[in-house]
């Protein structure tokens, strides 16, 4: 068979821990027999990480700001343990963390679904995706506990020499206080991902907010919203897609009654919160595939999860191990298509449908991994090792390209 051929290279992040193992049975298996791979090869494994003082990183964000498309193998982040698991020069900040800040995006989360594994919400029929702004408000909020009478109050003093005060609040006793921000500029960037990203995808985009309680805050992303809606608002007119606004408690209602098939963007906190409600709800976070949107238009694809730790060192005790390598799979396959996308490589853009069609198939004929099983109705199915399962989608790709 002829290999598909590439003109420019992708970013390939490697990684850890079983993971590391997945991606190279996935490249073995299901890449490289087809594709004439073409990519520039970043070890983001920890050795190497910390061999290169974590530079290794910051070269694949830069590679990824060049070229435009990057596929990621989960890696770990370092915490006080991996410091000595691991003999770490320094307790290295996490990747994806760096790449995102570097990137300046956003992370869209949807999930993989497959009709014998049915949402615990009846009504959704279509995945929902996750758009959850990554800057700032709690997460990088300052907080006080006050342990007794006082004036709380919120200050701000400009460069000009103007300034702003406002009392929170006169505590008769001890209470707890709160700051946090957010910068225009990082909502912005927020919002040209989601609309870039719904375009993309060819879906409705929802936002929420809590601005009829937080009339300046919250109201500020929505008015940052609706600027830069205006700039895509042709565009999603002309396809019939909707920019659609409400209050977060109204979309919670709605996204339960509705059938799914949309990106809904949320604020920090509420993004944290619903991305780990909507995967619970769809089945897995083995299934649950996750994609960096920078708003100039770079893109960065990962598995929602992270490197399978405890599976790892049953594989290093020699025992066999049954990891879904769905999600990480269907990075590939993400980026793949992007890249077909972008440098009009029909064959590339096809390979990608046919590899993701071949899990289906795989899946739906009830082969499958042992964290899928309990989860499937309808069907009896034979849970296999990672290895199997991949040589089993190998099997069926070969039958869709021959
Ligand atoms: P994890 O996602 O690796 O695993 C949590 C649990 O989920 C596992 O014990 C397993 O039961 C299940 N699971 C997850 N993925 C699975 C798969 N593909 N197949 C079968 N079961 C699966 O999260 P963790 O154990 O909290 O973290 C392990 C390491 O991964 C940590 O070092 C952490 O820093 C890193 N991490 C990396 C990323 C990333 O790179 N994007 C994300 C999260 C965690």
Same mark, same amino acid.
């Given at each position: 068979m002829k290999k598909i051929q590439m003109t420019t290279p992708l970013v390939e992040m490697d990684g850890d821990e079983m993971t590391r193992i997945l991606w190279k049975m996935i490249k073995d298996e299901l890449i490289l027999p087809f594709v004439d791979l073409k990519a520039e090869y970043y070890d983001l494994g920890l050795p190497y990480r910390d061999e290169t003082r974590d530079q290794v990183t910051f070269d694949s964000a830069e590679a990824t700001k060049k070229y435009g498309v990057a596929v990621k193998c989960a890696t770990i982040t370092p915490n006080h343990q991996r410091m000595d698991e691991y003999k770490l020069h320094e307790m290295w900040k996490s990747p994806n963390g760096t790449i995102r800040s570097m990137l300046d995006g956003t992370v869209f989360r949807a999930p993989i679904t #497959? !009709? *014998? #594994? /049915? !949402?615990?919400? /009846? *009504?959704?029929?279509k995945p929902i995706t996750i758009a959850r702004h990554?800057? $700032?408000d709690v997460y990088k909020g300052v907080e006080i506990r006050n342990e007794e009478e006082g004036t709380a109050k919120l200050v701000f003093e400009g460069k000009s020499g103007k300034k702003e005060e406002v009392v929170i609040h006169e505590f008769k006793g001890p209470g707890i206080i709160q700051g946090m921000h957010n910068t225009d500029r990082s909502i912005r960037s927020f919002a040209h991902s989601c609309f870039k990203y719904a375009l993309d995808t060819n879906q409705d985009l929802w936002f929420s907010t809590k601005d009829t309680i937080s009339k300046k805050y919250d109201a500020q992303f929505r008015i940052v919203f609706e600027e830069v809606f205006q700039e895509y608002k042709e565009e999603f007119d002309k396809r019939g897609l909707e920019y659609f606004y409400t209050l977060i408690d109204d979309a919670v209602a709605r996204v339960i009654r509705s059938k799914g098939g949309y990106i809904w963007a949320c604020k920090n906190y509420d993004g944290d919160v619903m991305s780990d409600m909507v995967s619970t709800a769809f089945g897995s976070l083995a299934m649950m595939t996750s994609v960096l949107v920078s708003p100039d238009g770079k893109y960065e694809y990962e598995a929602?999860? $992270?490197?399978v730790t405890r599976h790892y060192y049953k594989h290093l005790a020699g025992e066999e191990t049954s990891t879904n390598p769905m999600a990480t799979i269907f990075a590939w396959s993400g980026a793949f298509r992007k890249r077909g996308e972008l440098d009009n490589l029909p064959e590339l853009v096809k390979y990608a449908d046919e590899l993701e069609a071949a899990c289906f198939d795989t899946l739906n004929e009830g082969i499958v991994t042992k964290d899928l099983v309990n989860l499937m109705e309808g069907i009896t199915p034979t849970a296999v090792n990672s290895e199997n399962f991949i040589k089993a989608i190998r099997q069926r790709l070969e039958k869709r390209l021959a």
């Amino acid at each position: 068979m002829k290999k598909i051929q590439m003109t420019t290279p992708l970013v390939e992040m490697d990684g850890d821990e079983m993971t590391r193992i997945l991606w190279k049975m996935i490249k073995d298996e299901l890449i490289l027999p087809f594709v004439d791979l073409k990519a520039e090869y970043y070890d983001l494994g920890l050795p190497y990480r910390d061999e290169t003082r974590d530079q290794v990183t910051f070269d694949s964000a830069e590679a990824t700001k060049k070229y435009g498309v990057a596929v990621k193998c989960a890696t770990i982040t370092p915490n006080h343990q991996r410091m000595d698991e691991y003999k770490l020069h320094e307790m290295w900040k996490s990747p994806n963390g760096t790449i995102r800040s570097m990137l300046d995006g956003t992370v869209f989360r949807a999930p993989i679904t #497959i !009709p *014998s #594994i /049915k !949402p615990a919400v /009846k *009504s959704w029929e279509k995945p929902i995706t996750i758009a959850r702004h990554a800057y $700032g408000d709690v997460y990088k909020g300052v907080e006080i506990r006050n342990e007794e009478e006082g004036t709380a109050k919120l200050v701000f003093e400009g460069k000009s020499g103007k300034k702003e005060e406002v009392v929170i609040h006169e505590f008769k006793g001890p209470g707890i206080i709160q700051g946090m921000h957010n910068t225009d500029r990082s909502i912005r960037s927020f919002a040209h991902s989601c609309f870039k990203y719904a375009l993309d995808t060819n879906q409705d985009l929802w936002f929420s907010t809590k601005d009829t309680i937080s009339k300046k805050y919250d109201a500020q992303f929505r008015i940052v919203f609706e600027e830069v809606f205006q700039e895509y608002k042709e565009e999603f007119d002309k396809r019939g897609l909707e920019y659609f606004y409400t209050l977060i408690d109204d979309a919670v209602a709605r996204v339960i009654r509705s059938k799914g098939g949309y990106i809904w963007a949320c604020k920090n906190y509420d993004g944290d919160v619903m991305s780990d409600m909507v995967s619970t709800a769809f089945g897995s976070l083995a299934m649950m595939t996750s994609v960096l949107v920078s708003p100039d238009g770079k893109y960065e694809y990962e598995a929602a999860h $992270g490197t399978v730790t405890r599976h790892y060192y049953k594989h290093l005790a020699g025992e066999e191990t049954s990891t879904n390598p769905m999600a990480t799979i269907f990075a590939w396959s993400g980026a793949f298509r992007k890249r077909g996308e972008l440098d009009n490589l029909p064959e590339l853009v096809k390979y990608a449908d046919e590899l993701e069609a071949a899990c289906f198939d795989t899946l739906n004929e009830g082969i499958v991994t042992k964290d899928l099983v309990n989860l499937m109705e309808g069907i009896t199915p034979t849970a296999v090792n990672s290895e199997n399962f991949i040589k089993a989608i190998r099997q069926r790709l070969e039958k869709r390209l021959a």
